[in-house]
């Protein structure tokens, strides 16, 4: 392939902040592997890691090695999975396909040479590289060899990768090739020292988003660039030996394990690389280097193991104090405040500052690069671009406190939180010196309540914030003073830092968590929204817009938009972290944490995906059969089911616990730290196992895998058996129907014809039984008001008249049977006069009532109680729901009156016939009541 050479310098040992600072590593301990045998590893499309160690294949979840029986002879040399399929490569050559759950089989490919590696093309073609044997090509178990007289450069090949393009490129001792085609036709071009290869032996390829990273035997690294089609970087000097491994870790960025060295990173925006120790001291070979979908890198090592580590967090361990502040200047020099000082950041070591000596709380560097230092109870130092000059300001020079905890400013405005208030200091000379600068302070008698002043903070919009100690935030705009806890905007007492993101103002509020705050909306983020502790002292947000949450256990990281926190703790070398007050600092490399003896940087990258853990189906099993992940339906017998779950977080899985739901079953969620969970005698029914990761006890609702299944319905239950069964029904039916339908009917004419007898036998006993009651209240008038009892036959036969109209219904209104009670009420005042009152409120109640039931109920109330002036009776007639009530002060009579027992009786055998519903007498010493169901339909 043609292209011009094209080399970017980069020297060894020219170290940045960034090679400084090493990542933690984790080991993970082999168990019954012998770290010699292991010769590569894979990560699956579950999140397993399988690691090949002479003829045995073995799975890691993270805790424990599993052993899976492959069947071979042979040492297996190469892992490769397409999905959930498996190919091994074998160390004579042979290749064969499968899964370590099921069985294996041999394909049909040449033998003889090591296979050194496989990939698969957009075309499901499988690509093989051999050393010795070339390259070779299988499709619908057939294979193509490739060799020398092919067009390769050599036959002995080290490895084999595939480009952003779909281009193969393979590694040999005498360059690389290059291989791509249309429809049938192959074409292979090479890349030697004539193409710009610092070596002709290749070792290693490794994709990158622009082109391929090239590992030699001994010249380092070149990168060939898809776009320009030529080498557009090389490493000029390289101390560090053979190359046996590549990863890319991000943009530009690639780890490279070596025979010697440990691990070399090659940065190309800083320009720069460095050594990564997995163990201090002792670097060893890192033969194998891959990266798992959380951003894990995991390594091989053939004196250490396996280790893991998450490259985007860096830690430097001190000893020269607690880290205070943080500052990149825009020379490009790193500078750290502790307790014992102010120090430069050089080559990995912290290099005392000896012009300051103080306690160094914040930094602050302005547009001019004057660099300004905060300390504790010494005051203001400013430092000149030269750093060869300074100067102090204390309070005798007018500032509000000689204890300046944060600064920030804009131009040529400083504001500095002491702990004595808010000092705005005003740099009247482009060449600051104590005559040039004004002061003015806030306190109490400027508005702002609060001694403590942990944080001033300017937004991009100019207003300026402060967070106080106990005294909540202050919010200084256009001069105007608002505290807005006092004015009850924000309930937050005490900040301790403050970031932006976007239009949202977020504070660090301790013990209390975090806050975002937008307008006058607030929201308050807490243990139930992921965070792992309230203890929060600083905060900052990345070029990502996510918001970094400082605390003593760690990092937490949180995802406002999708409402996932990931962690960086003990994993990332964070334990006894111990932060000091908004110890934050961002910049365009990423983030930078002070902690107790550590200084933290976290690589952002242009994109970010939160680490957190996905929970996956490891295996399900129905009466104990390992099922195929496209079988869902199941017959009615195979209803005990077994899920096997299990998480991708690789790096640490005791954290993970897990929470499910079986929908169609369940009711609610459930949390287990088990990873078997089984159902058994489940009903036919379609369900869905729903099943979340859990990070320390909180759900991580982005982790949620679901399984949905059906299990059938017995052959008799089936939609086809019913309706045949059901036309056979329906013609039984039919015959039955017909044969017992006149028995049906003529049941129920005679039943018809018993009520209607019995219902006619009591509608008549109605008229004999009142005029027996009337008969006797006229006898009584004869003989007390001769006249009054003409008046009274003359109202009788009126009111007997009504009845005679009435008596031949079933039922009647109940305005009609109040109009039947005034009448009565009437002939009763004439006879007992105000011994008597009928309180009538049934008015507007609408409903049905057998004829005379509320009549014979108040004349009862006549015939049995004592009516006189010194005992008047009084008779309550009202609705209460769905029942009417008749209601008298009982008053029985001395001399008992002979009764005929017809007229509750009467009326309790009405309501049985008419609607099977019951009438309820209640008597006490005081009253005697009569509840009787309102009829709502009228009955003919």
Partial sequence: MKGILLIMPLLAGCYTLLLAQQPFFRPHPFERISTQSAQTFSQDSKGFLWIAADSKLYRYDGSSFQLYDVDVSQAISVIFQDGDL??????????????????????????????????????????????????????????????????????????????????????????????????????????SRFDGLRDEIVYQLEPSGEGMWIG?????????????????????????????????????????????AGIVEVDLEEEDMGQIFVEEGNPGPVSVI???????????????????????????????????????????????????GLYNLIEGKLIPFQ?????????????????????????????????????????KDGLANGSILSITGKGNQLWLGTLGGVSEVRINSPKPSKKSLSFQNYDRSSGIDADFIYRAYRDREGVMWFGTDGKGVVKLDEQSVVNLLEEEILPIKTVYSFAERGTELWMAAPGDGLYKFAGEIHRKYGLEDGLTSLSVSGIAVDLTRLVFAVHDEGIDILDPDRGLVAYLGYNEGLDNFNPPLGAVYSDSSGLWFGGQDVIVHYQSGASESLNYPQVVFDDIRVLDRPIKAAENRFRHLNNFITFHLASNWLSNPTDVTYRYMLDGYDLDWKSTGDQIISYSRLSP???????????????????????????????????????????????????????????????????????ESQYEVLKAQINPHFLFNSFNTLANLVDEDSELAIEYIEKLSDYYRSIIQLRDQKVISLKQEIELIDDYTYLLKKRFGDNITIRNQLNGVDGFVPPLTIQMLVENAVKHNV??????????????????????NYQPKLTIQESTNFGLQSIKNRYELLSKRTIDVIQTDKIFKVKIPIIRKLIK
């Fill in 216 to 260: 030699f035997q001994s010249a380092g690294l070149s990168h060939f660039s898809n776009d320009t089609e030529r080498i557009d970087f090389s490493t000029l000097s390289w101390p560090y030996g053979e190359i046996l491994s590549l990863c890319a870790i991000g943009p530009g960025r690639v780890w490279a394990g070596t025979l010697d």
């Fill in 685 to 755: 029914g379609s369900y869905s196992m729903k099943v979340e990761a859990q990070l320390k006890g909180r759900p991580v609702a982005a982790s949620r895998t679901e399984y949905r299944f059906t299990i059938l319905r017995p052959v008799w239950q089936r939609d086809w058996f019913v309706g045949l069964a059901a036309l056979v029904l329906v013609g039984l039916f039919y015959l039955y129907k017909k044969r017992i339908e006149n028995n049906i009917s003529r049941e129920a004419k005679i039943q018809r014809e018993r009520i």
């Fill in 290 to 340: 891959d990266i798992d979908r959380n951003e894990n890198v995991w390594l091989l090592t053939g004196t250490h193991g396996i280790w893991s580590t998450f490259p985007r967090v860096r830690t430097l361990r001190h000893t020269e104090g607690d880290v205070q502040a943080l500052l990149r200047d825009q020379q490009g020099q790193t500078w750290v405040g502790t307790q014992n």
């Fill in 355 to 395: 012009k300051v000596r103080a306690n160094v709380l914040s930094l602050y560097e302005d547009d001019n690069h004057f660099l300004w230092i905060g300390t504790f109870g010494r005051g203001l130092i400013c430092l000149s671009p030269d750093r060869n000059q300074q100067f102090l300001i204390d309070e």
């Fill in 86 to 191: 498996f190919y091994l490569g074998l160390v004579d050559g042979t290749v064969v396909r499968g899964h370590p759950y099921n069985s294996w089989n041999e394909l049909n490919v040449p033998k003889g040479s090591r296979v050194t590696g496989m990939v698969m093309d957009g075309e499901d073609h499988l690509w093989i590289s051999t050393y010795g044997g070339g390259i070779i090509l299988y499709e619908e178990d057939e294979s193509t060899q490739f060799m020398e007289e092919d067009g390769l450069l050599d036959n002995q090949i080290y490895t084999i990768s595939i480009d952003s393009r779909g281009q193969i490129w393979a590694a040999s001792d005498a360059g690389c090739n290059i291989i791509s085609w249309q429809g049938d036709q192959v074409n292979i071009e090479s890349l």
């Fill in 867 to 888: 009516i006189s002036k010194r005992k008047p009776l009084t008779i309550e007639i009202f609705s209460d729901g769905e029942e009417l009530v008749v209601e008298n």
